[in-house]
């Protein structure tokens, strides 16, 4: 299923209104790994700001131990200091990266905003070298766009 097909569904799991905000997240994560090849771990990070820490929210894919992530720590980290997306194509070749497990090859962070606020982020991990494009960009912008909603 191709990134365009994808737009309606999220859509529609965010319009669901027997839903839970984390169930809504769970079920466009679950979506998500199914339905995009190179998707092999899609999960969510919220941010306190105070404490200055990630915590993991809902996710799909192998468990994790990284449940709260410092700012400035690892990619998803550095995402909530930059307000960027960091695309990483060979996590092999980055310094600041956090090993979650040997088989994540390449990683991709897209903040989202809440009424201009990077209250958190979707993060991906594949187990290809570099599969990340501009569309898969564009797409994660669009999926944190219609989850903002929820907020």
Known sequence: MNFQELQPKVTAIVATTPLSRDEKLQAICQLLNENVAHYNWVGFYFANHES????????????????VIPFGKGICGQVAESNSNFVVPDVAAQDNYIACSFTVKSEIVVPLFVNGI????????????????????RFLEFVNTEIAKLF
Do not use: C, R
Not at 118 to 137: A, R, W, Y
């Open 52 to 67: 200055k820490t990630l915590h993991l929210g809902p996710y799909v894919g192998a468990p994790t131990d990284h449940t």
């Open 118 to 137: 990077n209250i958190g982020q979707i993060d991906i991990d594949s187990h290809v070298l570099d599969p990340f494009t501009v569309e898969d960009e």
